[in-house]
Structures are given as C-alpha cells and as structure tokens.
C-alpha cells in the first residue's frame, strides 16, 4: 500500500476490503401503501413518476456512497486541520471510517430505527457518525450545539437513542444531567479532547472506533442489504420557535433523489467540486450541501473552525477556495458590513474607484440576470481593478456558484454583491422538502427564489386578489412525516399529499417564486389587516443602515410599531457587546457625536441617531400602501439579537415569539403610552 495516504481516523492502513464488491443494483422497495406515516419503522409509498425527472430508481446512501467511492476512491473527501495542518480522508478511507463506525454501532447494540444524536461542530467524525448509524440501520439525529440540557434530552428521547455522539466535555456534560431520564441510551462517545472521567458507557473516539473491529463484515453487509430506500434513516429536528421540536423523518430516497436532482441542476463536475462545512449539520441545507451533495458528484469539503461564523470563515474560504458555497443571508450581511467599513477608510481615489466599477458590475449583472449579456465599457478594467481582487480576497475567486437560504435576504445585500460581479442566487425548501424546493441557478431574478426543481411541484394555495396563496410542494424531496406526530403530519400533508409550507407567495410571468410573508408570522391587527412583517423590517435596515436588527410589533393591536437593534461589535463567543461597531461610530464621528456605546446612545436619546431613524421610518411609511402599514411607534433595545442570546434561532433567522416575550414589558410601555396620548 505505499503510496496511499494514511487514514487520520484510525492508526494504520485500511486493508483492501471484499465489501467493496457488494453490489450497487437499485434496492427492491418495501412494501407500502401511503404517502406517508409517524412510525419510524414504517416504509412509505414513493412520489415516483412515469417518465423523466423523478422517474429515476430508487436508491440507498449506502449505494449512492459506494458508487462515488468505485468511481472516486482516490480522491479527497473531507479536509480538515489537525495541529495546524491540513489532512486529507479520501473517499475509500471515508466509506471504510463509515462502515469501522457502523460496526462499532451494532457491538455497542444499536437497534434498528433506533436514534443516534450527534451533538457538536461540523467535522470528519460528524459525518463518520451519521452514515456509519445509517449503515447500522439506525437513526441518524443531530442536536443543536446551542441546545440546553433539556432540550437535547427531548431529542434523545424522542428518537429513542442508544447511543450519543458528543463533541467535547462541555457537551457531555448537558447530556450526563439527563443520562438517568434516558432508557434507551446504552453508550456516550466524545470525539474531541481527553475524557475527563472514566465509566463503563463513556468512551472516547478512538475507542469507539476499535469497538467493532470483531464484528464481521458479513454482519453489517446482511444490514446494509436490508436497507430499502423508502424506509427512514435519518431526522432532522426543526429548530421551532414554539412548543417542542418535530422529528422530520426523511427516507434514503429523499435524501438520494434530491442530492442527484440538484447535482444534475447545477451541472457540478465529477470529483472537482469543492465546498466548505461551517453551518449546524442539525439543519436540513447544510447537511443536504456538504453531505449529500457532495457525495453526489464525489465533491472534496474543507472543515470550518468552530467559530467560522465569528470571524474565521474568510481564513477557510482562502484555504479552500470552494467552487460551491452556500451562506444563510446573515452570512452574506456580515461580508456586505466589514467589506462597507473597510471602504469606508479608503482614500478618495479608491473610493471613486470602486463606486464606479460597482455601478458597471451591477448593470452587467442585471443584464445577465435578464438573459442579455450585454457587456458595458469599462467591464474588463472594472474586473480587473476591483472584481477579481474582491473575489480572491473572499476566497471566492473560483467559486462559480453563490447561493443563500433559509431565511429572508434582503435586496440590497444582494444588490451589493451583484455590484461585485458576485451574484447570489437564493434558494428556497424546508426541512420537510429535504432541503431545496425551487432554486436559482442558471436562470435567476433578484428577490425570488427561483423555479421548482425538476420532478417536483409547486402550488399556490387559496391564492388572493394578488395572486398571494400558501406554498405548496409535491415531489420526491417530500418527507415521510413527522416521529410520533400524526396530528402534525397531517396538519402539513393534506389528503393527497401535498406539503403544506405555511409560507405565503406568488408567481411571476416566468413562473419564479417570489416569498411575500409566512401564515404564522403574518400580523393580523385589530382592524383585521393582514402585513407580512419582513418586507417592512427589511425597508427600514435599508432606510437606516446603521440597525442591525428590526422586528415589527402588531398582532392583535391597534397599530404597528418595531423593535430595533443598533449594529455592534461581537465578541468572540458570538454575543453582541456594548461597543458600537465601526459603521455605526462612523455616522457618530460624522454627526459630532461622541459616545462609543450602545448604552451612551440610549441613555442620552442621542438626537442625531434618534432623528435619523425616525426620518428613516418616515421614509418607509410614506410608501405603505395603506395606513394600516404604516410603523407608529419604534424603540431601541440595549442589547441586539443573537443566537446565545435566544432571540435567533440557529440559522440566524429570527424567533419572533421569544423576541415578543423577552419584551414585552417595552412592548406593552409603547402601546400605553399611545393609549395615553
């Protein structure tokens, strides 16, 4: 085996194994009758159709994993820092860590349909946990690294687990305190750092990893035949803002079908693609991207830092530099804010510089939106001055696919990067779809979120005047049902089952989907006015560039009025501080202001800040198109939203229902005070 690059997972060279002769041939269905079901071990009858996209065969993760491997055994899978370095698993020693993991998991007694959580950043032994569970017959779950003690305990126990998988102590400890309410749970393993304490169902990574090398191979191969594609192997646990989460049970054919679906969409090239891990595996769009996907097209993904999303994504992205790569809006805001306060310090000439080169990306960009290509004078200088330096700077300089979801963007943002030459194109599905529903690729338009995928469907529900209904999916993307949920399931699959999204849109002429509100988030007021917040929200960040957070105020009350967050520094475990962040210290300077606190600002009402948000509200209602929609009252909070914090949620996207609760008491202070008046 000289030659072969040693795999960093275990201690010596895997040997060539006799499973890589088992047969990849489509898997014979079980049988089935419904669309869907709430019982782990209940197959379902698949979405298939007669011809064309969604009429493909069926397949396991085990045969969509050994077929990348047979092609692209070589090649490098995952890449990764340990001590500083670089290392890289290829994918012939990812399937074998895959299958070393799944042994492990039938020694340790995993039981068929059984939980395995996963709690902790992305990395080699997160993804090694999940598959080898797959291939164990379990159920692979992944727990937000923010969730308490009872929180990860009701996941637990939701699937029945029997065994968790942790990151470091400080995870194991949240689980030790629920241990004893959790029957079913038979081993703990923690995959980073020293075990602290010793017990007979602790064990550390590479014990686990040694567990099953007994077992024989004849035994996990009898499992892995078994496996059907319209059975479940995996949940997603949506991160709800109310209430507990629901277990979205997704099948392997979900999963399969639309990794392929999407792979064929934007025509990735095999075993070329790169991407970069960074956003919670525990949500459905960073593990469909850098799980599936990319198994897929045999793509190589680079592993973030655990604090990617405060600061150290951009070292990634240099390192890598992903040919693919999927950022949530707030991701992109971030970028759009420090690449705005670097030019805001550069000379004059720069400055003329660069507005002119982004005035000739975004005409170019719109012209290419619009299926032109229309290239203005002065592109290639521009590109050459500006675009290509920024591009390479992000670590983006070979990335031919920017993409954004699972939460509203707003269009300025992505106006910016247009004016880069940067296109960010949105994507838009659920937990319950698998991830993508409609998506943006070659074919795009600003603010919408694309085109249905090939194979499935869209349709409006009870739509109104507008052409505004309730986004409804049908395809092969949609999930079996909820975990022990058969109400929920039917609430969200009707009789012939469509997927219900809650979400509320329309169409344009070209069939793009634009979002224009969610059913549950919709403000209804006292005089019965329906207002979809985000669009007014979004109107007033764009107004007054120095918010940072806005949420609107008004269900059930006679008028609208929002809560607003002032932009900050944030300290290094993501929390927003009392300092004021550089664009937000530059209007002061530029307004003889001197405080250099959110706190200072507050207290002394400063009038310039105060006055330009109030103009900037002013500015957005004299749009509105009625007086219903019109923002009365406004206060700014002390402290801006954050994930710690409770007031997002773990894809940043905002849990209304907490923010409403946490401040109330300013809330109820605003309406009184109006009443009073």
Not at 93 to 103: L, M, P, S, T
Not at 292 to 305: D, L, N
Not at 324 to 342: C, N, T, Y
Not at 343 to 371: E, F, H, T
């Amino acid at each position: 085996m000289a030659g072969k690059s040693i795999c960093p997972c275990c201690p010596t060279e895997p040997e060539p194994k006799a499973h890589l002769l088992l047969q990849s041939s489509p898997t014979t269905l079980a049988p089935a009758e419904q669309l869907w079901s709430s019982r782990r071990d209940q197959a379902v009858r698949l979405r298939m159709e007669g011809s064309g996209p969604g009429s493909e065969t069926p397949i396991t993760i085990h045969q969509m994993f050994l077929e990348t491997v047979e092609q692209c055994g070589d090649l490098p899978a995952l890449v990764y820092k340990k001590d500083g370095q670089l290392v890289n698993l290829t994918w012939r020693q990812y399937y074998d860590q895959c299958r070393a993991a799944a042994k492990s998991f039938i020694k340790l007694g995993l039981n068929r349909f059984h939980g395995v959580c996963i709690l902790g950043f992305n990395s080699p032994e997160w993804f090694i946990s999940d598959i080898g569970c797959i291939l164990a017959g379990g159920l692979a779950a992944g727990i937000y690294t923010t969730n308490s003690p009872e929180a990860c305990h009701y996941v637990a126990a939701n699937c029945e687990a029997n065994v968790l998988i942790v990151e470091n102590q400080k995870q194991l400890d949240k689980i030790l305190q629920v241990k004893d309410q959790l029957p079913h749970l038979k081993a703990i393993v923690q995959y980073k750092g020293e075990l602290q304490q010793k017990a007979s169902f602790l064990y550390s990574w590479e014990e686990f990893m040694k567990l099953g090398e007994e077992v024989p191979d004849e035994d996990l191969n009898a499992i892995i035949d078994s496996l059907r594609a319209n059975e479940c192997c995996t949940l997603i646990y949506t991160s709800g803002t109310t209430g507990n989460s629901k277990g979205v049970m997704l099948s392997h054919d979900n999963i399969t079908w639309t990794a392929r679906t999407a792979s064929n969409l934007i025509n990735a090239s095999y075993g070329v693609e790169v991407l970069i891990s960074y956003l919670p595996l525990s949500h459905v769009a960073a593990q469909m991207v850098d799980m599936w996907i990319s198994m897929s097209f045999a793509g190589t993904t680079y592993f973030a830092e655990p604090d990617a999303l405060k600061g150290s994504l951009v070292n990634t992205l240099k390192d890598a530099r992903p040919t693919l790569f999927l950022g949530v809006p707030r991701v992109w805001e971030k970028m759009h804010e420090s690449m705005r306060a670097l030019g805001a310090k550069a000379s004059p000439l720069r400055k003329r510089v660069a507005d002119w080169a982004k005035s000739i990306g975004l005409q170019y960009s719109y012209s290419v939106m619009n299926g032109e290509n229309a290239v203005p004078w002065g592109f290639m200088l521009a590109n050459n001055l500006v675009f290509k330096k920024v591009r390479a700077a992000l670590g983006l300089d070979r990335c031919r696919f920017c993409c954004t979801g699972a939460a509203p963007i707003t269009k300025e943002t992505l106006e910016y990067f247009m004016s880069l030459n940067i296109p960010v194109k949105e994507l838009y599905g659920m937990s319950e779809s698998s991830g993508p529903h409609t998506v943006s690729i070659n074919e795009y338009r600003i603010t919408s979120c694309g085109k249905v995928m090939p194979g499935c469907k869209t349709k409006l529900e009870n739509p109104d005047a507008e052409g505004n209904g309730e986004i409804c999916f049908w395809g092969r993307n949609v999930f079996m049902g909820y975990l022990n949920m058969p109400d929920k399931t039917s609430e969200a699959l009707d009789q012939d089952g469509w997927l219900h999204s809650g979400d509320l849109g329309k169409h344009d002429e070209q069939d793009f989907l634009y979002i224009t509100g969610r059913i549950k988030e919709l403000i209804i007021t006292a005089g019965g006015e329906n207002i979809p917040p985000v669009p007014i929200e979004d109107a007033v960040k764009n107004e007054v560039p120095i918010i940072s957070n806005a949420m609107l105020i008004g269900d059930k009350l006679k008028f609208l009025s929002m809560l607003l967050t002032l932009k900050c520094v944030v300290d290094d475990n993501g929390d927003p501080t009392d300092e004021l962040s550089s664009e937000t210290l530059d209007f002061c300077k530029q307004h003889g202001i001197k405080s250099t606190k959110v706190s200072e600002i507050i207290a002394n009402k400063e009038p310039a800040v105060y006055n330009a948000i109030q103009e900037g509200v002013e500015r957005v209602n004299a749009k509105a198109t009625s007086n219903a929609q019109k923002v009365q009252k406004w206060v700014l909070l002390e402290r801006d939203f954050s994930v710690n914090g409770g007031e997002l949620g773990p894809t940043l996207k905002l849990r209304r229902p907490v923010v409403v609760k946490m401040y109330q008491e300013k809330i109820n202070e605003m309406y009184e005070v109006a009443e009073r008046q």
